[in-house]
C-alpha cells in the first residue's frame, strides 16, 4: 500500500481537475496551499505552484476547506480569498424551516404572498 503526502494528492487534484477537501483545520493554515487559495497563476494562467513544484492548474479544480471550530479566525487574506458557509444548526433556525415546510404544506397562498413581498423588497433595494 503506498501512502502519498497531502501535497501530492493535491497537486494530482489541480491537474485532474479533481475536488479536495481538506477536514478539521486549526485556525492557521499551511502556506503550502496560500498559492490555490488565491488562484495564482503563472505562464499564462496555465500553472500554478503546489510545494516546490510547478504544474497545470486544471480550472475545474476545487479546494474545500473543513473546520469543526465553531467560530474560526482566520488571516484578513484567507477570509478574503475564500468562502465561509456557516452550516451551524440551531433550534430557532430548524424552527423557522419547520413552520414554513407546515405552511407551505398547508396554506400554500401565504407562502406564495411571502415570496412575492420578498421579492418586492429586494427589487426595492436593489434600485434604490
Same mark, same amino acid.
Given at each position: 500500500?503506498?501512502? @502519498?503526502?497531502?501535497? /501530492? %494528492?493535491?497537486?494530482? #487534484?489541480?491537474? #485532474?481537475? /479533481? ?9 492557521? &493554515? /499551511?502556506? %503550502? ?8 497563476? &503563472? =505562464? =499564462?494562467?496555465?500553472?500554478?505552484? %503546489?510545494?516546490? =513544484?510547478? *504544474? @497545470? @492548474? ?11 471550530? #465553531?467560530?474560526?479566525?482566520? =488571516? ?12 451551524? !444548526?440551531?433550534?430557532d433556525? $430548524?424552527?423557522? +424551516?419547520l413552520?414554513? +415546510?407546515? !405552511?407551505? +404544506?398547508?396554506?400554500? /397562498?401565504?407562502?406564495? $404572498?411571502? !415570496?412575492s413581498? *420578498?421579492? %418586492?423588497l429586494?427589487?426595492?433595494? &436593489?434600485?434604490?
Amino acid at each position: 500500500m503506498f501512502f @502519498f503526502r497531502y501535497v /501530492d %494528492v493535491i497537486e494530482q #487534484a489541480v491537474v #485532474a481537475g /479533481d475536488p479536495v477537501l481538506i477536514e478539521n483545520l486549526e485556525e492557521t &493554515i /499551511d502556506p %503550502v496551499i496560500d498559492p490555490l487559495l488565491g488562484r495564482h497563476t &503563472i =505562464k =499564462k494562467g496555465r500553472y500554478s505552484t %503546489v510545494g516546490d =513544484k510547478e *504544474c @497545470f @492548474f486544471n480550472p475545474e479544480f476545487r479546494l474545500i476547506l473543513h473546520t469543526k471550530l #465553531a467560530n474560526p479566525h482566520y =488571516k484578513p487574506e484567507i477570509q478574503a480569498q475564500t468562502t465561509l458557509i456557516n452550516f451551524t !444548526v440551531t433550534r430557532d433556525g $430548524l424552527e423557522d +424551516q419547520l413552520l414554513a +415546510q407546515v !405552511v407551505n +404544506q398547508e396554506r400554500p /397562498d401565504l407562502e406564495l $404572498l411571502k !415570496v412575492s413581498r *420578498c421579492l %418586492v423588497l429586494l427589487l426595492i433595494l &436593489i434600485f434604490r
